[in-house]
């Protein structure tokens, strides 16, 4: 056979063929699938250690896309918390709470500025629920880790107390304890409810949609709880992949 008017033999073709694959198997496999989740593991090694807080403030669908867009946050999962129940469930969830855990980045935002996206994200004042859910699960707690989380959470639930004078804020302070996951199926809720967005980020598996710190925003953007600029942000930058039929969403 020849080849470039050379005599190229067949087993050297061979060998040519199967770089050649190997090659474009390579390609094909970085082109589907979506390591955000390897960069941001190395981004969080490399600065700081994460931090991690705990609140809850009503249903966790909702909390977890309230905190899932503020710049610093690395990761945030649905689960129980301030309970006893070993191994509480959503429909058995014993005397926990629904709640919210926060990985973030204490260089980007801290415990204070966390603090007061929890004050403004729900009404403190309303007795056995939040909005339309009525339950002991959606009350309202600070869990602190440490005494200068204490100082700060009450600190913050005394300003919000003077501030609302004749109502009694409900909120409760209590020492973290153990955060018990909820299930895969409550986990970035209101991204899951966008079947577009999620292709848009390459339908990750579970495991790495729980962990990305891309979902966490895009659960928020979806429940359209990231602040206004933030949102038009994610928009123009969905709107310009729609147009272009490319690239992937990584980042926002
Ligand atoms: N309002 C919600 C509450 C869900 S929650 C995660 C509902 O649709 O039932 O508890």
């Given at each position: 056979?020849?080849?470039?008017?050379?005599?190229?033999?067949?087993?050297?073709?061979?060998?040519?063929?199967?770089?050649?694959?190997?090659?474009?198997?390579?390609?094909?496999?970085?082109?589907?699938?979506f390591?955000?989740?390897?960069?941001?593991?190395?981004?969080?090694?490399?600065?700081?250690?994460?931090?991690?807080?705990?609140?809850?403030?009503?249903?966790?669908?909702?909390?977890?896309?309230?905190?899932?867009?503020?710049?610093?946050?690395?990761?945030?999962?649905?689960?129980?918390?301030?309970?006893?129940?070993?191994?509480?469930?959503?429909?058995?969830?014993?005397?926990?709470?629904?709640?919210?855990?926060?990985?973030?980045?204490?260089?980007?935002?801290?415990?204070?500025?966390?603090?007061?996206?929890?004050?403004?994200?729900?009404?403190?004042?309303?007795?056995?629920?939040?909005?339309?859910?009525?339950?002991?699960?959606?009350?309202?707690?600070?869990?602190?880790?440490?005494?200068?989380?204490?100082?700060?959470?009450?600190?913050?639930?005394?300003?919000?107390?003077?501030?609302?004078?004749?109502?009694?804020?409900?909120?409760?302070?209590?020492?973290?304890?153990?955060?018990?996951?909820?299930?895969?199926?409550?986990?970035?809720?209101?991204?899951?409810?966008?079947?577009?967005?999620l292709?848009l980020m390459g339908?990750l598996?579970?495991?790495?949609?729980?962990?990305?710190?891309l979902?966490?925003?895009?659960?928020?953007?979806?429940?359209?709880?990231?602040?206004?600029?933030?949102?038009?942000?994610?928009?123009?930058?969905?709107?310009?992949?729609?147009?272009?039929?490319?690239?992937i969403l990584?980042?926002?």
């Open positions: 056979m020849t080849f470039s008017g050379r005599h190229v033999s067949l087993p050297y073709l061979r060998i040519i063929y199967s770089v050649v694959l190997i090659i474009l198997t390579a390609e094909k496999a970085v082109s589907i699938r390591p955000d989740q390897i960069s941001e593991n190395v981004k969080a090694s490399s600065n700081q250690p994460l931090k991690t807080a705990v609140f809850a403030l009503g249903s966790f669908w909702r909390s977890e896309a309230v905190f899932g867009c503020l710049d610093g946050v690395v990761r945030t999962t649905a689960g129980y918390a301030g309970g006893s129940k070993a191994n509480p469930e959503y429909r058995s969830w014993g005397d926990h709470a629904e709640s919210v855990q926060i990985e973030y980045n204490p260089r980007l935002i801290t415990f204070r500025q966390l603090l007061e996206v929890f004050w403004s994200s729900h009404d403190s004042r309303q007795v056995f629920g939040q909005g339309p859910d009525v339950g002991n699960q959606y009350r309202s707690i600070i869990f602190t880790n440490g005494t200068e989380e204490l100082r700060l959470a009450a600190v913050s639930k005394d300003r919000e107390q003077t501030a609302s004078k004749s109502s009694i804020v409900t909120t409760q302070i209590q020492q973290l304890g153990k955060f018990c996951p909820a299930e895969p199926e409550h986990q970035k809720f209101e991204l899951k409810r966008n079947p577009f967005l292709q339908n598996p579970e495991d790495e949609l729980e962990k990305s710190t979902a966490a925003k895009l659960n928020g953007f979806a429940a359209e709880l990231c602040p206004p600029k933030v949102q038009q942000q994610i928009n123009a930058r969905i709107e310009e992949i729609i147009r272009k039929g490319w690239p990584r980042e926002v």
